[in-house]
């Protein structure tokens, strides 16, 4: 039976930003719960040896794609491409996120700074790939009247403001254009789960807490963020997965328009 609620066979995924830190560990999850996979990603290179790897460990079918999200006609000929290969889709993970931090100065960070170029990028990632995907995919999952999961990612930054304390000179200040786009996906998940709510197709937002990762972040700022959390440590990578199995398998079929928070007790004290 426990297998049984989290099974996704020969079901039907769509993962953007599939070659990212979480990406490539949310498609793991999913192929080893049986899932067929789209991986979308524009880290083509990347994105291919995901698929290799996938294709080589698990007995699922799966392809990659370097569709941008944000334009419109690259997703509307990866759906047909989708259709002829699976014939259908079952769920959607909107994950991909323009992360500037790695291009720009520290210093444009401030709000004050802030471009307007660098923020028109974000919400085109963050805030309009969600609503293409949601809308291309979205709309044969609803034509297909067999029901769905659309899962958007959203972050403890798109629900409460980020403590401009625990920065000092990490560079890891998180842009106003990440607390707007986040919020905002949200309250968009909540529209989509009205809208489509007679269509059988669940809309929920799993909120993320920071994971820890060596490479950029230096230590006061890992104690700093840790200190924040009631389980005092940012998180691991893989420890997402099984939220994301949860809300795309009928272990959650009585949740839709929701915000599963998954943050170590970050935004409860
Ligand atoms: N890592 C964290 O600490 C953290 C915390 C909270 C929330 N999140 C959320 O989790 C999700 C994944 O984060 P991550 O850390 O794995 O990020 P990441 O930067 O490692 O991966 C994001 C991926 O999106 C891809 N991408 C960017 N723009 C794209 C576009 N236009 N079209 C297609 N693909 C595009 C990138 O190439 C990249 O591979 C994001 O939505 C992020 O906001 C992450």
Not at 7 to 27: E, H, M, P
Request: proline share 1%; hydrophobic share 40%.
């Amino acid at each position: 039976m426990t297998q049984e609620i989290f099974d996704l066979s020969n079901k039907t995924i769509i993962l953007t930003g599939s070659a990212g830190r979480l990406g490539s560990n949310f498609a793991e999850i999913l192929a080893d719960a049986g899932a067929n996979l789209v991986l979308i990603d524009i880290n083509e290179e990347a994105n291919k040896k995901l698929e290799k790897r996938i294709t080589k460990k698990f007995k699922i079918k799966c392809i990659s794609s370097s569709a941008n999200i944000t334009v419109k006609n690259e997703l509307l000929e990866l759906s047909k491409v989708i259709i002829k290969k699976f014939g259908r889709i079952d769920g959607v993970v909107n994950n991909a996120f323009y992360n500037p931090r790695t291009n720009i100065e520290q210093s444009a960070m401030k709000f004050e700074d802030y471009s307007l170029d660098l923020w028109n990028d974000v919400v085109s990632v963050n805030l309009t790939g969600v609503f293409l995907c949601s809308q291309i995919f979205g709309k044969i999952m609803a034509k297909q009247k067999v029901g769905g999961s659309i899962v958007n990612i959203s972050s403890i930054y798109g629900i409460n403001g980020a403590d401009q304390r625990i920065y000092g000179n990490s560079k890891l200040n998180s842009p106003p254009s990440y607390a707007a786009t986040k919020g905002a996906v949200v309250n968009f998940t909540k529209y989509l789960a009205a809208f489509w709510n007679r269509k059988n197709i669940r809309v929920n937002t799993m909120t993320l807490g920071g994971v820890e990762d060596k490479s950029y972040m230096n230590k006061k700022f890992i104690k700093k963020y840790s200190e924040k959390t009631m389980i005092g440590r940012m998180a691991k990578n893989n420890e997402y997965n099984g939220a994301l199995l949860f809300l795309l398998s009928n272990a959650s079929s009585y949740m839709t328009g929701g915000n599963l928070i998954l943050d170590g007790g970050w935004s409860s004290w």
